[in-house]
């Protein structure tokens, strides 16, 4: 009786689940496809209110139970603009590290912090701007010319390094669960986008087919095939004469037709208006909101969409083809979960404890220990923290905009150089702080209490260099007369002279420290300094991360990820986006400081280079294993580097490519064998017509902690193992 019993209520609810399920419309039935799901709320919808939901601010839908959603969220360094988040150093400091895992981790961290935000907000009914999921970053975009204020946001000037950095931090954004997406990652700017930026709404960037093929787009395929990323947003110039938005070779061609590429498109802010206002393309609103649809644009972020139904009526775009577009759009919500039952989704169960947790910030402040370049050091560092006097100045010494950067968050605990030395110098030690120096300006007063303090301490440390008020974007940059991009390449004059002051009669030690997101003169600096750390823009820890190298609790390991160049009389025109002279790949001239390098406190050799094959042909891999040796007395981190060079290419081919790079821990005076896979990609080059291709004759092969060049170990850096392999 019981087991006819046990029976009867099998079936009670199994037809009361069948019952309730039969009641609930498609797009929230999680058991069917998502595309099934798709179809049905789209079908559901009436023109103006697919309108509406195809931009940035899209309203809720109280008859279908749809809240109110917000495209637009930013994480270029941890959640921005949305309240108290984890601020990690600046994009081009996590360039830096070389460390494609800490990216991974740190991307991890940021999701984790974007879940719990979004749960919360959720919970309490709130879905404002920078609340949501769909998150446009990262900025991949090659950092061409040190002019441009935004290159701060990428990974350098390297189209290796920017995809294996950019496709770790898609998948640590997006998640590894098999059904949904921890947030929705964006690659961004599609593409050839590098300033100016003052004419971005209007410029049209020329690009050579090589051009593009070899440095403009391989992060973005990257990031399309490598990590899935969920979206791409398109740039507000054209490219070769069709704006980037309304792009037939970009957006048709390249990411459906060749990459096949399945997420949705998201424009630029105002990117839409641009197609009629800025390059003049067409004539109204309307003709360019139609364009982009049709072109595979989903989604508007800015008003600019509102003309489509104009266009409808116009007949420009039909609603079958905004059909599309949404089912497109609409997906990347599915795939976040946002139509679930909260419990089906882990990334709901995120707690709110991560943020800032304590382990995120210890995260931040590694990554701002090994993004920290030493520049220069004359032996005077790692410094004693218990001389009896200390001296810290100059203007960005206790600034928390340094710490920041761009597209940032904002936290209850940024910690100052100031700060940071002021925790790590031991008691009965002295220090004292004035600022001495403007940022950009001459002192209004001309009296000196500065430079004495120097000569009376054992130790100056003078904080120098650039903040977001003079480099960024567009309209961010408040004390930048140009813009955000940086036409003068020396840092503000005022800092030199203050520098000079601090030096005159003083032969007590002076260390530099600089901030800053691009490469800037800092010629005078590496004369009159003993020691020179770049330490970009750092975070919220960045101040500790600073003392901890100077007092030698960590080992420096970052590398720049930027050519320094002696002026920008060796660049061409800005407005010029031919490679030909720019970056460590095409560039002649001999540099200030050269891609890839970075000082220790440990000195590093390089030796005994073995290939698996020696005579290679197309379509062959080989492996290359090198033997690195700490020659120091301190446990490190060395940044290895693999370079490729043709003997026989093409004047116009790259002089080196960086091809691949890894982060390896080698403790004091210890060895490590470092080995890589060199793949047939990594030894072809690019024609004129935009083919790879794998040229005859010999390739020589580099390993080492620099560019493999002689300006490289002039500045102190490891001569580089080399080998050679000859193809057939």
């Not at 707690?351 to 382990?359: A, D, K, T, W």
């Not at 003392?547 to 920008?568: E, Q, R, W």
């Not at 390993?703 to 193992?721: F, M, T, Y």
Request: proline share 6%.
């Amino acid at each position: 009786m019981k087991k006819v019993f046990y029976i009867f209520c099998l079936l009670f609810l199994h037809f009361s689940v069948n019952k309730v399920l039969a009641q609930t419309p498609d797009y929230l039935n999680a058991r069917l496809p998502i595309s099934t799901r798709v179809h049905d709320l789209v079908s559901r919808l009436t023109l103006q209110e697919k309108v509406q939901q195809m931009m940035n601010s899209s309203p809720a839908i109280p008859r279908l139970n749809i809240p109110a959603y917000n495209w637009w969220n930013e994480a270029l360094h941890g959640v921005a603009r949305s309240g108290l988040a984890t601020v990690f150093p600046q994009a081009i400091g996590m360039a830096a590290t070389f460390n494609d895992s800490l990216a991974f981790v740190e991307a991890s961290a940021i999701s984790d912090e974007a879940r719990a935000m979004y749960n919360a907000a959720v919970k309490r009914g709130i879905y404002e701007q920078y609340g949501g999921l769909t998150f446009w970053t990262p900025n991949i975009n090659i950092f061409r010319d040190p002019r441009w204020g935004r290159g701060q946001e990428t990974y350098g000037e390297d189209p290796t390094l920017t995809k294996t950095m950019g496709v770790a931090f898609v998948k640590g954004l997006q998640g590894d669960d098999p059904k949904y997406l921890k947030v929705a990652a964006c690659a961004k700017h599609f593409a050839v986008h590098s300033g100016p930026e003052r004419l971005r709404h209007s410029f049209n960037a020329v690009a050579s087919i090589k051009d593009l093929r070899e440095t403009y787009l391989p992060a973005f395929k990257a990031l399309v095939n490598d990590a899935h990323v969920e979206a791409v947003m398109c740039a507000y110039n054209s490219t070769n004469g069709e704006p980037c938005c309304a792009n037939t070779f970009l957006l048709d061609d390249i990411l459906r037709n060749e990459w096949h590429f399945k997420g949705h498109v998201v424009s630029d802010c105002g990117a839409i208006g641009d197609i009629y206002d800025g390059h003049h393309y067409v004539n109204t609103a309307a003709e360019a909101a139609a364009l982009s649809v049709k072109k595979g644009v989903s989604l508007d972020c800015g008003v600019e969409y509102t003309a489509l139904i104009d266009a409808v009526k116009q007949n420009l775009i039909t609603e079958k083809t905004i059909d599309s577009a949404l089912s497109v759009l609409l997906t990347t919500r599915f795939k976040l979960g946002m139509f679930d039952n909260v419990n089906a989704n882990p990334y709901n169960q995120i707690p709110e404890s991560v943020i800032n947790s304590p382990e995120h910030r210890a995260l931040a402040k590694e990554v701002a220990i090994q993004s920290a370049v030493l520049l220069k050091n004359n032996g005077v560092l790692p410094l004693k923290n218990n001389l009896p006097r200390y001296f810290i100045t100059g203007p960005n010494a206790s600034n928390v905009d340094v710490l920041l950067g761009n597209y940032y968050g904002v936290n209850n605990r940024l910690v100052t150089f100031l700060e940071g030395f002021a925790g790590h110098i031991a008691p009965g030690s002295q220090l004292q702080y004035k600022m001495g120096s403007l940022l950009d300006r001459p002192d209004a007063n001309p009296i000196d209490w500065t430079s004495g303090d120097a000569k009376n301490s054992d130790v100056t440390i003078a904080v120098l260099g650039l903040s977001g008020l003079l480099e960024g974007e567009e309209g961010e940059s408040i004390a930048s007369t140009t813009y955000g991009d940086r036409l003068n390449y020396n840092i503000p004059q005022n800092q030199i002279d203050f520098l000079k002051k601090l030096r005159e009669g003083n032969k007590k030690p002076i260390i530099a420290i600089i901030t800053g997101g691009s490469p800037m003169n800092l010629l005078e600096v590496h004369e009159l300094a003993d020691a020179v750390l770049l330490v970009w823009y750092p975070g919220e820890e960045g101040g500790n991360a600073a003392a901890d190298i100077v007092f030698g609790k960590a080992n420096p390991s970052g590398k720049l990820p930027v050519t320094f160049p002696m002026s920008y009389d060796q660049l061409p025109p800005y407005e010029d986006y031919n490679m030909q002279g720019r970056t460590y790949r095409f560039m002649k001239a001999t540099p200030m400081y050269p891609f890839g390098f970075g000082l220790s406190y440990n000195t590093y050799s390089y030796s005994n280079p073995v290939v698996s094959k020696s005579i290679i042909k197309n379509g062959d891999s080989i492996t290359c294993a090198v033997t690195i040796n700490n020659n120091g007395k301190y446990d490190g981190l060395e940044a290895v580097q693999l370079y490729v060079q043709h003997e026989n290419a093409p004047a116009n081919a790259p002089i080196y490519a960086l091809k691949a790079f890894k982060k390896v821990a080698i403790p004091a005076q210890g060895t490590s064998t470092v080995s890589f896979t060199i793949t047939p990609d990594m030894l072809q080059l690019v024609n004129d017509k935009g083919e790879s291709y794998l040229p005859k004759g010999k390739i020589n092969i580099y390993v080492g902690g620099s560019l493999p060049d002689k300006r490289s170990v002039e500045l102190g850096a490891s001569k580089p193992a080399m080998i050679t392999v000859t193809s057939k």
